[in-house]
């Protein structure tokens, strides 16, 4: 069972960047597609971005295209989410899942494995 750490999150200003990470606490993130994933307070959980395990494929929900950038490092066996440009929309608990057929995928239901998250909160 791959347990899945999310770090990066905390307060900032409309604007602003922050950069997510994730990572594999006592496992590793090879052979995984990756998904971030977020739940703004009092609404419903919505797709941010994944990546394939292969890292050739990216995907990005759209109200973050343009903004958000999904990378990994898989010397170092991590996953980020760059976010740019944030507005208070933003604000949500965000989740790192991880999806045991490498294949990226904007649906919930694609992956097996999920962090606690992390808050990101965004002032006007």
């Known amino acids: 069972q791959v347990q899945l750490v999310e770090s990066g999150g905390g307060l900032v200003q409309t604007g602003d960047s922050l950069t997510l990470l994730c990572v594999a606490s006592?496992?590793?993130?090879?052979?995984?597609?990756i998904g971030w994933f977020r739940q703004p307070p009092g609404k419903e959980r919505e797709f941010v971005a994944a990546i394939s395990w292969a890292g050739s494929s990216t995907y990005y929900g759209d109200s973050v295209k343009g903004r958000f950038t999904i990378s990994r490092d898989k010397v170092k066996d991590t996953v980020h989410l760059q976010m740019d440009n944030l507005k208070p929309e933003d604000t949500a608990v965000y989740f790192c899942a991880a999806g045991d057929s490498g294949l990226g995928s904007i649906w919930a239901q694609a992956y097996d494995h999920w962090g606690q998250g992390t808050q990101v909160t965004v002032s006007s």
């Open positions: 006592g496992g590793t993130l090879k052979g995984l597609a």
